[in-house]
């Protein structure tokens, strides 16, 4: 008995039970390394993020936390980095990523910082602040906090370079659904607003890249999507990633043992179909929504060529055809590299507009008096903000006007038969749909948000006939977005 026990457990390991994966591949030529560090601030930094804020500082956290993660890639030959940040933008940290490429021998544009644009994280902005608060506090707490932002950064992209393996990667495109166009236009009732435009351009395109380890385990997942994160917003004491903590922690949660980076794509009008609250319950639930969208995208990648092979017949109760999956080999891991600096036109405003915003000056102004005089705190706060966005906005118009072109730093990573495009600011969705379609590779990822030269917003050309926020404050003219969609896309053929 002890020998036929024996023979069966020996026919077992004969058999083909073992799933065939990239363990069963030849080495792609791709490594890659991930780490990731807390980057959560003490309750009470400044949290004022939002115009409409009563409150200045941070009461609390949310249990997701802020976090940073780099991701290094490298062929043997080159490397880059990009780095994932809960913050709302990366503008000012170019010094940053020259540090950490110095620090792992790389050119300083082979290192990408990524803010992921949480609306809820620390932040201190005077032009925001309930007037009558003394800045210096809380500007002396951000200047702390920007250092110890910047230490963790280069220590992860440190740490991720010694954490170099062999690896394979492909991506998948999806859908993902938490997103709305976020540009109401102006009706009889009112102007234009950030709000909810269910008739406006929406891009609900997914992006996902997969990287399994030698072994066929999931090591990283990178998830692209355009979504503002502003699901909480001025009634939110709380600092936060908004919806993006929960979409990696679902992703993490759907696949252990690999790591999740988001990376915000032309978010520039699009913002979540639920949004305005201070109830974090909201924004864990959208997070979760497109986590698990993203995780079941990449449960389904394949970053080996691998397909059914027939391997003849079963006789059972069905006559059946037996084709088991195998791996047929890697996958193209080629990596090549191309950046540029645009010059891009800027912004001009005219007479009429300087005059209209100037009227509406005068009339916040008036309104002033009687809101202080109310006795009510909200209105009087209502009618502060009001004044003061109108008249930084006509400040900045009635400046002399500069003829030099914006410049804007694009570029583009290829690995295989992927590519990820990156900018920095917050380019409008049709500009991120645009180059996606123009890219000859079967999976692109258009990433907004980054470091380099230029900012702020970038719309298309038709939206600035509807005004609204986005259209006052951007500094680049009509034609700008055009001939940046145009000049990137003329980059593909250099990393073919």
Known sequence: MRGFALLFFCSLLGADIVEHTAKNAK????????????ITPPVGIPHLNWGSQTHVEAVGVDPAGMIVTALVLSDGKQKFAMVDIDMLLVTGMQPVAERAAQAIGVPANHVRLAATHTHAGPAFQREKGPLGVDPAKYEKMMADYQRLLADRIVKVVVDANKNLRPVHAYGAKGVGTININRRMRATKDGPPAVGRNETAPVDRELVVIRIDDANGKPYAVLVNFQCHGIVLTYENKLISPDWVGMTRKAVEQAMPGATALFFQGAAGDQGPIEWGTGDISVAHRLGMTLGLQAAALAMQIETTQRAPKFEGYVESTAFAAKTPWRVQGPRDATIRFVSKTLSLPPRRYTPKEIDDMASRVAQAEKQLGPARASGDPWQKHQAEARWRRFNDLLTKWKKPYDATPVEVDVQILRIGDMAIVA?????FSGIGAAIKKASPFPITMFCGYSTGKGGDYMPVADEYQHGGYEVERTPYGT???????KETSALFPAVR
């Open 479 to 485: 034609g700008a977005a055009e001939k940046l969609v």
């Open 423 to 427: 900018m920095p600011g917050e380019p």
């Open 27 to 38: 080495p792609s030529g791709l490594q890659a390394g991930v780490a990731r560090a807390d």
